[in-house]
Structure formats: C-alpha cells, structure tokens
C-alpha cells in the first residue's frame, strides 16, 4: 500500500470533520499497525470490496474527542456516548469511506462499500484479520485522538 | 428478511463450532434487535455486499463462550482473551459467513465478503447502521451465551 492509497483516506476525514463538525484534525504520520495497537472507546467500521482486494476500514475514537465531534455535529452539548454518537459515528464512516472511494475510483482504484457499524465500549481494540499490511494513521483533534486503520488484502 | 434468508446463518454458526470446536451451540428464538441490545466481550464483525444489497454480520461473544470455544479450537486451555482468541474470532466468522454464502447462493441470494476484524473490549455494544432490520438470533453453549446479528439494507 502506498502514499496514492492512504492520502484519500486522510485528505477525506479532515474534510469530513471539517464541513460536518467544524473540527480540524491533524494527521500524524501513519505506521504499520502491530500487535500492540492503540485502545480505543468508539469504533466505526466498514467492509471495502474491490475487484482485486477486500479490506476494511476503522476509525476508532477516544470518547473526549467523539463527543466533542458528535456535539459540533449535532449542535448541542453531549455529555455521553449514546445512539447519537453511534448514529455520527456511522455518518462519519460512510462519508469517509465515500469521500476516498471517489478519489481512489479517479485513480483507477475501485471498491465498493458494506455498511458501517458502530461499536460501542471503553478501551477496546480491533484486530483486523487480513494477511496484508495495516496501516495505521493517528489524528489529533483539540479535544484528542483518533486513529484511522485501514486494510487491503489482495 | 424471511427464514429462507435467516436459516443459513443459523446452519452455519453450528456447523462451524461443531466441526471445529466440538461444541454445540442450541439457537434461541431470532428477534428483531432494538436500541437495547445484547452486550458482549468479543466480536466477528464482516461486511456483506450482494448485486441488490449491502449488509453485515456480528457474532457477538461472551467471554466464558468465547473462551471455551478457542480453548477447544486450539487444544489448550485459553485462559484470557488475547490475539489467539481474536483469531479464533476472525476465523469462526468467516467460515460462518462462507458456509451461508454458499447454501443461499445455491437459493439463489448472491453476496460477497470483506474481511472480518474481532472486536475485543469488556461489554462493548454493536449498533448497524442501516435502513433494514437487523435479526439477532441468540445461541447457548455449555460455557455460555453469544448472538449473531444480520442486517441487510436493499
């Protein structure tokens, strides 16, 4: 996987935060997600299905920085992580995932999208199950992190 | 969602923990799932994609289940939840999806599969985002209890 691939997806959540939740994130610099993988307390994730790969995509949160988005996004303060922040969550995976779809399928990558779910739960940990490269990109907000993986198996 | 479409997971998730961990697992009646749902320790969570439909499957597990099967799986006793069992978790659900995929391909309802990824987190809480219905169907072994979830969106 290379920069051509992961830059869609980084370019797509700073625009999303940006127009849906007027937040900016900050991208730091993306690694190969090992074993020991950062915990997170709300997960959107999705499956990606190309003609040459499937994946899958997740943007795990920690709950200051979701429910600083969720109450941008929805106009009023959230104090807990409920169905709204789960419905964003899900809102902000598809647009995501629908804003690098449309600038990979310009560079001659296609993929479809499942349908996003959110998971809810403090400090839990995704493990893809893929025998391709996880790539791992941490985002700071001014309210925390976030973390975007993404995963490509050919 | 009709049986036709329900029975297949059904089939399969036990089909699957028989084979391949020697445990029987007895279905409970499948209901539609609400906001209130069943919470868990570790899931398989993989995304579906048909000609007509988009959808996604979630096993969600206990700990003591989830733990008894692996131990089962793997021929030893598994005492916590660490990356072996999330690739139990990532196996059972894929088998368990291909094992459907195949008995209503032959019905006729073509889909296919992204990658799993295993979710582990103490009592974490899976919410699809989607327009259709989501069925669950509860299961119990001799170690506990998990559920499966399908949804569907046309």
Do not use: W
């Not at 797509?12 to 900016?24: K, P, Q, Y």
């Not at 169905?83 to 560079?107: F, H, Q, R, Y």
């Amino acid at each position: 996987m290379n920069t051509d691939f992961i830059n869609p997806f980084l370019e797509s959540i700073i625009n999303v935060l940006t127009t849906m939740a007027g937040t900016e994130a900050k991208p730091g610099r993306p690694f190969l997600k090992t074993e020991k993988s950062a915990k997170g307390d709300v997960t959107g994730i999705i499956g990606l299905m190309g003609e040459k790969a499937k994946g899958s995509l997740a943007i795990t949160f920690t709950e200051p920085a979701i429910l600083h988005i969720a109450s941008k996004m929805l106009g009023e303060e959230i104090q807990q992580v409920d169905g709204s922040v789960a419905d964003c969550v899900g809102e902000i995976t598809n647009m995501v995932t629908g804003g690098a779809k449309k600038i990979l399928s310009e560079k001659g990558y296609k993929f479809d999208m499942a349908i996003p779910a959110a998971i809810i739960g403090k400090h839990h940990i995704i493990s893809h199950k893929t025998d391709g490269r996880i790539i791992c990109i941490p985002f700071e907000t001014p309210a925390g992190s976030f973390f975007v993986e993404v995963c490509f198996s050919e």
